[in-house]
């Protein structure tokens, strides 16, 4: 097996693989992917799966988002149809809109120059592997955020390096960045620095992993991958919803001959129906896994209302589209960390709209905004909320409690809750938060113990403590890459390593393996 493993001269960790590691893969991931795909394209033998949760965890995630939808059947089918007028199979359009085809090395190359163009350089680690179940994916590891400590998480992107990876080319893997890097990684970085970071539950937001969330989270990487493509048609998610309702009429076979008309190669369809099917007890089944139509239905609703959507308020953490209206006097926007591309709103919009004409989801009409009855109900039934600084930012105005009968769209302010409040002589937000290859010390009223690692230091301190002596400041390091403390380093300065402190880590996955 190879497992090669370097630190190029920018920072960056990079490693490559040719099989992905048993803890790196997600529930729905097939184990036995490649040995199926070879029975089935070979013999023409109906794949068995094996599927690395339980039947239990299985039947969980497909009740909560599996389900599959037909409200955008059409527009999908639309997209596909002028597609395969325009340029008769799917693999052309993918030559016009992300270049010529380009191996791992190459790929490397663009992604540590849009690592240092953002100045993420040394900030995650890239993997390359050949048996992924989708194109990329990005990961964090680190505490539990109930936790409270965004700061420790330490960054993964994993891409596919294989011929069915529809984006490894000389501009899709620029775009396959923005999907990855560009949202997903950004948004969850800038997510730490709120307030309801780790309690959203209190703020009467969505569970970071409900299905709404998703949509927005996906929908909006997927217009921001074709943002930069020479050509902007949304095929790839309208073919995943498309494949998912096909799924309830077809079996793997059938399914897999019916998209020969829109996608001729048997490597990249194989993917297609195999993320649909994979949840079945038996592949040849009517039904499937509509997970994957998150990508199409949260970019149509975004481009229904981007109108009523401010997308700086929207890459201040993991919101929905219809959130931002209520969070935005609360989130800190003066330390975010941004694309290059939402630098130039005006242009984004316009953008924004010129993909809406192209893929025929113009909408003319109003639109009203989804709202969840129980995030509703959980806003306008507190006298109060009570907010938990995350990260060291800006200091904000001080916040007070309102009675529920001034709940309105926007959020309550809230109390600092006993939280120190910072300096006025700290540092920058900028210097303080995304100079990464620098290293921050935070400093926490209520930790009782001291930690240090090679990239951040928590110190103890009381609450009696004075305001002077709860600044930031800085220290040299050696590793900017590293997020997380070696709980076998035998540094002197370590009084309790990362796993004493907040138990088990957590592995997750920001988005729904693209």
């Not at 109930?146 to 069915?164: A, G, M, T, V």
């Not at 926490?444 to 930690?451: F, G, L, Q, R, S």
Request: proline letters at 4%; a positive charge; charged letters at 25%.
């Amino acid at each position: 097996m190879r497992n090669k493993h370097k630190r190029s001269k920018k920072g960056n960790i990079i490693k490559f693989l040719d099989e992905t590691p048993f803890h790196q893969t997600s529930t729905f991931s097939p184990l036995n992917s490649t040995e199926q795909k070879e029975r089935f394209l070979t013999y023409g033998l109906s794949p068995r799966f094996e599927l690395k949760g339980s039947s239990e965890q299985i039947a969980k995630t497909h009740s909560s988002r599996g389900d599959i939808s037909f409200q955008y059947f059409k527009e999908a089918r639309n997209i596909l149809e002028i597609v395969k007028k325009k340029f008769g199979d799917g693999a052309n359009y993918q030559e016009k809109a992300f270049g010529s085809r380009i191996d791992e090395h190459r790929g490397t190359q663009v992604l540590e120059e849009y690592l240092k163009e953002n100045n993420l350089s040394g900030a995650l680690s890239v993997y390359w592997s050949k048996d992924l179940a989708c194109s990329a994916r990005m990961v964090w590891i680190g505490p539990n955020v109930r936790h409270n400590h965004p700061e420790l998480r330490q960054y993964q992107i994993w891409i596919k390096n294989s011929i069915d990876n529809g984006y490894l080319r000389e501009k899709g893997i620029q775009c396959l960045a923005d999907h990855e890097i560009g949202t997903h990684f950004m948004r969850v970085l800038n997510d730490g620095l709120q307030p309801w970071y780790a309690d959203r539950k209190t703020f009467g937001l969505r569970s970071s992993k409900s299905a709404d969330l998703i949509a927005t989270e996906e929908g909006l990487a997927a217009l921001n991958t074709i943002y930069r493509a020479n050509v902007k048609y949304l095929w790839g998610p309208a073919l995943m919803y498309y494949t998912a309702c096909k799924s309830t009429k077809m079996t793997f076979h059938e399914l897999f001959a019916h998209l020969e008309g829109y996608l001729k190669d048997p490597e990249q369809r194989w993917k297609y129906v195999m993320r649909v099917k994979r949840g079945l007890k038996h592949s040849d089944d009517l039904g499937g896994f509509g997970s994957d139509q998150c990508y199409f239905k949260g970019a149509v609703e975004i481009l229904h209302n981007m109108d009523s959507i401010d997308f700086t308020v929207l890459y201040a953490g993991k919101i929905c589209y219809d959130e931002v209206n209520r969070v935005k006097r609360l989130a800190r926007l003066e330390c975010l960390r941004l694309p290059p591309f939402l630098h130039n709103m005006e242009k984004y919009r316009r953008t924004l709209k010129r993909i809406a004409a192209i893929n025929g989801l113009l909408n003319n009409e109003s639109i009203k905004i989804r709202k969840s009855s129980s995030a509703q109900k959980r806003h306008t039934s507190r006298s109060g909320i009570k907010s938990t600084v995350c990260l060291p930012c800006t200091p904000t105005p001080p916040l007070t409690k309102r009675s529920s009968r001034h709940a309105n769209n926007d959020m309550d302010p809230a109390s600092n809750s006993g939280q120190a409040d910072l300096a006025s002589d700290t540092l920058s937000p900028e210097q303080a938060l995304y100079d990464i290859n620098k290293t921050p010390v935070f400093i926490y009223p209520e930790t009782k113990v001291a930690y240090e690692s090679d990239n951040v230091s928590v110190i103890p301190s009381s609450t009696s403590a004075s305001t002077s002596a709860r600044r930031l400041f800085r220290r040299p390091t050696s590793s900017p890459n590293k997020f997380m403390s070696n709980s076998n380093s035998n540094n002197s300065s370590c009084t309790t390593s990362i796993t004493d402190m907040f138990g088990m880590l957590e592995r997750v996955i920001e988005d729904e393996d693209f």
